[in-house]
Structure formats: structure tokens, C-alpha cells
């Protein structure tokens, strides 16, 4: 399982740090397996690629809205991934997912939907300037 925490309700310009943990099988045994990726979607919008990390953290791609504001980081140890969003903006406003795929880090193959096979249940991010 896949559990986000960390939404709510910022200002334009604030910062936000979600979080995902992941439990249960398969993660217990095998979670560096898997390239871990956060999406989004507002209302009306279909879901979309946020960015994503590598099994060691070490590397990472992002949308190009979001570049240069929000970073991706994992730990290992603890099974989790951490989503940090500086600068945030009014259409940054979205649910936030966590996401998980067996696929290798190919920063063009592994920004779709259908990419990923484990998902959280998403958390709410609200931005009003």
C-alpha cells in the first residue's frame, strides 16, 4: 500500500513537504525495486506526471512546470518518498498521487498513468493567492 500525508491548505509563494509510505507486500521485501513518482490531478484535468525517483534516489526527472520548484527524495530505510514544493502556486492546486512501477528509469518512459502499477489515495493541495 501507498499512503500520502502532508497536504493542506498553503498560500501562494509557501511550501509544502508531502510524504508517501509504503507498506505491506510488496514493498516490505522489494521497495527499491520500484521508481516512485508523484502525479497530480485538478478538477476538470486529466492526471499528470509531477516527477519521479530512481530506486537509490540519486536521480530524478519533474514536468517542466514544476522544475527548479519541487524535489523529489526517498528514504530507503523508512520506505518512503517525500514530494518538497517550494514556490507554490495557485495552479499548483491539485490532489496529489504517489505512484509506484517496476519499470527502469527511463525519464521519458515513465511518465504515464498506465506506467505505474501501485497507487496512493491521493492528497489534497490547495493554493489561493
Known amino acids: 500500500q501507498l499512503a500520502e500525508s502532508g497536504g493542506g491548505s498553503v498560500q501562494a509563494g509557501d511550501s509544502l513537504r508531502l510524504s508517501c509510505t509504503a507498506s505491506?507486500?510488496?514493498?516490505?521485501?522489494?521497495?527499491?525495486?520500484?521508481?516512485m513518482g508523484w502525479f497530480r490531478q485538478s478538477p476538470g484535468k486529466e492526471r499528470e506526471f509531477v516527477g519521479a525517483?530512481?530506486?537509490?534516489?540519486?536521480?530524478?526527472t519533474y514536468t517542466d512546470s514544476v522544475k527548479g520548484r519541487f524535489t523529489i527524495s526517498r528514504d530507503n530505510a523508512r520506505r518512503t518518498v517525500t514530494l518538497q514544493m517550494d514556490s507554490l502556486k495557485v495552479e499548483d492546486t491539485a490532489v496529489y498521487y504517489c505512484?509506484?512501477?517496476?519499470?527502469?528509469?527511463?525519464?521519458?518512459?515513465?511518465?504515464?498513468?498506465?506506467?505505474?502499477?501501485?497507487w496512493g489515495q491521493g492528497t489534497q493541495v490547495t493554493v489561493s493567492s
Open positions: 505512484a509506484a512501477t517496476t519499470l527502469g528509469f527511463i525519464p521519458n518512459d515513465i511518465r504515464s498513468q498506465g506506467d505505474y502499477s501501485y
Open positions: 525517483v530512481n530506486w537509490s534516489g540519486h536521480s530524478t
Open positions: 505491506g507486500h510488496p514493498f516490505t521485501t522489494s521497495f527499491t525495486t520500484y521508481v
